[in-house]
């Protein structure tokens, strides 16, 4: 019986001794991320920001967006959502997403609709307006337009396909002192009243927009539809007035580019409607901008790391080999292997190697780009993109020479890229683009506002991020038949916004950042330059 008491008390001891101690061992902090979502009735691939915890989602007109079929939502591993998927979602207004395991991550998921939407009738002036919110479709005509005797050419005021209209709106003539209005329904139970209105304007033509790069100047102008419309331009100082060719003609708007312009030089621009002139606008060209080193001539060695720029002068390019040196490797150097017809004896060697690092071997892929290596975190690697820049070119032009290795290190698999796998074709990269990334948003300096690290794929650079005005991307699957000559085109949102930076990146292996691709793979790269 006292055994017993003992061992009772020893157990109560330990009990209560058990309750006094706190468990004060913190819970690991694991980001949780969507990492890839598909739904029915998309237009294009959802964008998905790991940094914002957002995904965007673009949907084709016809989609029912009160009742978006979101089909499959992949989430990091061993994440839990509070909203259950797959299934059918109102996206009217944002759908909000906690993913929670040892903390919480709240993302936003927005989808946004464009309907074409348009409304024209005979010898109007300019585009239409169109107002969906209030349900408005505003035309203007010159001033001498019968109103009692207007046709309607063409309307579309819903999603394509699906929408019916009461009353025809073809049999709608008359719009003398009154306005008319027409109802349209889709998805069986959407219905709206629209009112259409004829408007006179004495504006008989104006511009509505001149924007001038460094070579070229991009005209848009509003016209009566149905009238000789067009553009012509001169040298400031100039008596002789040139017309310009390859119109784009929408109704009453038009535009046209004038292209093989002269730099920092000012022209004289006039837009047409028939009789009709508008006043000259004055306007002056940009400046070029050149690639520093594009040849890849200059090199040096400075504390036994190779740099693509002359000892004593201003960096420019960066390569990943101030990481790689701590593995005594090098990634990116000279070669005199050069292009077919080059003038200089260098061009840039980009193979990517595995280097051991503290007994850890480590894939790493030969590059090359605009900006600077920031350092190392642990075994991952900082890269500062970008250079100071509001050039707009067109293209970029230059040579490579790929030697493309299957993939034999697999470190992550990028979730756009879940297929990748051992023995399949590494793939290069070429890319530029050029847009106004900012040091308080991207982490980064002045001089190279985008920080990429290369442990947060949240950090890694999106072609289609918000920040970026105009992109260039060529991949390369498979080897070249030695070197291949190339003009890569850029792809503008817009002419009138005016960059801040730019960024080129190449490399033999796109993957790198993950720690996937060929120890194979070998890109040489000779006289890059900017087409304008």
Partial sequence: MTKFFRYMFAAVATLSLASCIENDVPYPVVKLDILSLAAEGLRSEPVIDATAHT????????????????????????????????????????????????????????????????FRVDGQIGESIIDPISHIATAYVPMDTDLSNISIEAIKLGPKDITSYT?????????????????????????????????PTDVEVEFSAVDAWAKRIWLYAEGRSGADLGFKYRVAGSDEWLSV????????????????????TTYEVVAFSGEN???????????????????????????????PYAEGSEPFWGTGNDGAAMASTTLTEPTSDVRPGSVGSRAASLQSKKAALMGIGKFAAGNLFLGEFGGLVGLDGLVNFGRPSTARPVALHGWVKYNCGAIDELGRVPAARPDLEKGQNDE??????????????????????????????????????????GVGEMILTESTDGWMEFTLPLDYRSTSEV??????????????????GSTHSLMLVDDLELVY
């Fill in 277 to 307: 002139f508008t006043e000259v606008v004055t306007v002056t060209t940009e400046d070029t901008f050149t690639l520093i080193n594009g040849g890849m001539e200059d090199w040096s060695v400075i504390g036994g790391i190779v740099y």
């Fill in 55 to 118: 995904i965007d989602l673009e949907l084709e007109e016809t989609t029912d967006i009160r009742n978006v079929h979101i089909t499959e939502v992949v989430m990091s591993e061993g994440a839990k959502a509070d909203v259950s998927f797959p299934g059918y979602f109102d996206l009217r207004h944002p759908l909000y997403v906690t993913l929670s395991m040892y903390q919480e991550y709240e993302w936003t998921i927005a989808a946004e609709q464009n309907i074409e939407r348009y």
């Fill in 167 to 199: 009353p025809d709106p073809m049999s709608l003539v008359s719009f003398e002192d009154t306005v008319r209005h027409v109802t349209i329904t889709y998805h069986g139970d959407i219905e709206e009243m629209w009112t259409l209105c004829v408007i």
């Fill in 428 to 469: 290069g990269q070429i890319m530029i683009a050029v847009g106004n990334w900012t040091a308080e948003e991207y982490g980064g300096s002045h001089e190279c506002p985008v920080v990429v690290n290369t442990k947060d794929e949240s950090t890694y650079f999106n072609k289609s991020g918000k920040n970026v005005i």
């Fill in 499 to 516: 960059p801040t930076h730019m960024i080129i990146i190449c490399t033999g292996s796109r993957f790198g950042d993950y720690f996937t």
């Fill in 245 to 264: 060719n390859d119109l784009t003609i929408d109704g009453g708007s038009f535009s046209a580019c004038i292209t093989d312009l002269e730099p920092l």
